[in-house]
């Protein structure tokens, strides 16, 4: 069997969506998988992936969810990959490492995998790609005492009192599955998008994606968990990297399976896990 590789052109979204709900995944619906090809962002220069075809039959797929982000002053390109799919008669000819090179060759653009089936590590450590996290820090509800902290949960109280930035993220995210919230004291704020999600024997994580001010999020990153989460079995949950201390009074929890990432601009403390397959297909985040 030979096939080609060739950027996505958007008339082949429907073939996709059907190789992956055939092949890849029927637990997901066609509908769900074409979420990855509407995203309310990334408009210009849209990327949506690689395809691998045997004259007009798509076999194989590489997902990309591309953003623009602003990573201090500028604006940064972000790929996230999503569904790595090759049919199985067309691997062992190499198709599977054409597709990942082409796919991380601009040197503009920093790159994330943030789902990866643990049978692919070994591998993704031979393709240029490095490991961006291995643990994240878990906190529970202590009912230790606190003070000058607010949590603000309405979305659209949170528009009006969030700098451009922040704006910016609440408003690519409208409508998606995350939880947004504000926290503020009398000196300074951060936004954090959730991930909510039962996981581990029904414990209930609140999962962030994204914070705003890594500074704020640190100092006080134990004691917005006690104000976030209800009575019960439930952690806040945050990949290491997002604090900037060992974590004080954390659990210390191995992920299943590394993320990885490909960049020459941007520092590890600023890719998160925004704009991503997490949020547009609804997954829980591992």
Same mark, same amino acid.
Not at 50 to 65: C, T, Y
Not at 87 to 99: A, N, Q, V
């Given at each position: 069997?030979?096939?080609?590789?060739?950027?996505?052109? /958007?008339?082949?979204?429907?073939?996709?969506?059907? @190789?992956?709900?055939? !092949?890849?995944?029927?637990?997901?619906?066609?509908?769900? *998988?074409?979420?990855?090809?509407?995203?309310? *962002?990334?408009? #210009?220069?849209?990327?949506?992936?690689?395809?691998?075809?045997?004259?007009? #039959?798509? &076999?194989?797929?590489?997902?990309?969810?591309?953003?623009?982000?602003?990573?201090?002053?500028? =604006?940064?390109? !972000?790929?996230? !990959?999503?569904? *790595?799919? /090759?049919?199985?008669?067309?691997?062992?000819?190499?198709?599977?490492?054409?597709?990942?090179?082409?796919?991380?060759?601009?040197? #503009?653009?920093?790159?994330?995998?943030?789902?990866?089936?643990?049978?692919?590590?070994?591998?993704?450590?031979? /393709?240029? %790609?490095?490991?961006?996290?291995?643990?994240?820090?878990? *906190?529970?509800?202590?009912?230790?005492?606190?003070?000058? @902290?607010?949590?603000?949960?309405?979305?659209?109280k949170i528009l009006?009192?969030?700098?451009?930035?922040? &704006?910016?993220?609440?408003?690519?995210?409208?409508?998606?599955?995350?939880?947004?919230?504000?926290?503020?004291?009398?000196?300074?704020?951060?936004?954090?998008?959730?991930?909510?999600?039962?996981?581990?024997g029904g414990t %209930?994580?609140?999962? &962030?994606?994204?914070?705003?001010?890594?500074?704020?999020?640190?100092?006080?990153?134990?004691?917005?968990? #006690?104000?976030?989460?209800?009575?019960g079995n439930a952690?806040?949950?945050?990949?290491?990297?997002?604090?900037?201390?060992?974590?004080?009074?954390?659990?210390?929890?191995?992920?299943?399976?590394?993320? !990885?990432?490909?960049?020459?601009?941007? =520092?590890?403390?600023?890719?998160?896990?925004?704009?991503?397959?997490?949020?547009?297909?609804? @997954?829980?985040?591992?």
């Amino acid at each position: 069997m030979i096939a080609t590789l060739r950027p996505v052109r /958007l008339d082949d979204c429907d073939a996709i969506c059907h @190789l992956l709900h055939t !092949f890849m995944n029927p637990d997901i619906p066609v509908e769900r *998988w074409q979420r990855l090809f509407n995203a309310p *962002w990334c408009h #210009e220069q849209p990327d949506l992936g690689i395809v691998a075809v045997d004259g007009e #039959e798509i &076999v194989g797929f590489h997902g990309h969810i591309c953003s623009y982000r602003t990573v201090g002053t500028r =604006k940064r390109r !972000f790929v996230n !990959f999503t569904s *790595w799919y /090759l049919r199985k008669e067309y691997r062992g000819h190499g198709l599977g490492r054409m597709m990942l090179e082409m796919a991380t060759a601009d040197p #503009e653009t920093t790159y994330l995998v943030c789902s990866l089936s643990p049978k692919k590590i070994e591998y993704f450590k031979t /393709l240029g %790609l490095d490991v961006l996290e291995t643990e994240r820090l878990l *906190w529970k509800k202590d009912g230790h005492a606190f003070e000058n @902290l607010e949590l603000l949960h309405d979305p659209e109280k949170i528009l009006t009192r969030g700098n451009p930035d922040e &704006v910016e993220i609440l408003e690519d995210h409208r409508g998606l599955p995350v939880t947004p919230v504000l926290v503020s004291t009398r000196c300074t704020q951060c936004l954090l998008l959730l991930s909510l999600a039962k996981k581990k024997g029904g414990t %209930l994580y609140y999962d &962030v994606l994204y914070r705003s001010n890594p500074g704020m999020f640190t100092d006080r990153v134990g004691d917005i968990a #006690e104000a976030l989460l209800p009575d019960g079995n439930a952690v806040f949950a945050a990949d290491r990297r997002f604090v900037e201390n060992d974590g004080h009074g954390a659990i210390v929890e191995r992920l299943q399976s590394p993320r !990885f990432y490909k960049t020459s601009r941007v =520092k590890p403390r600023n890719i998160d896990l925004a704009y991503s397959e997490i949020v547009l297909l609804d @997954l829980k985040l591992d």
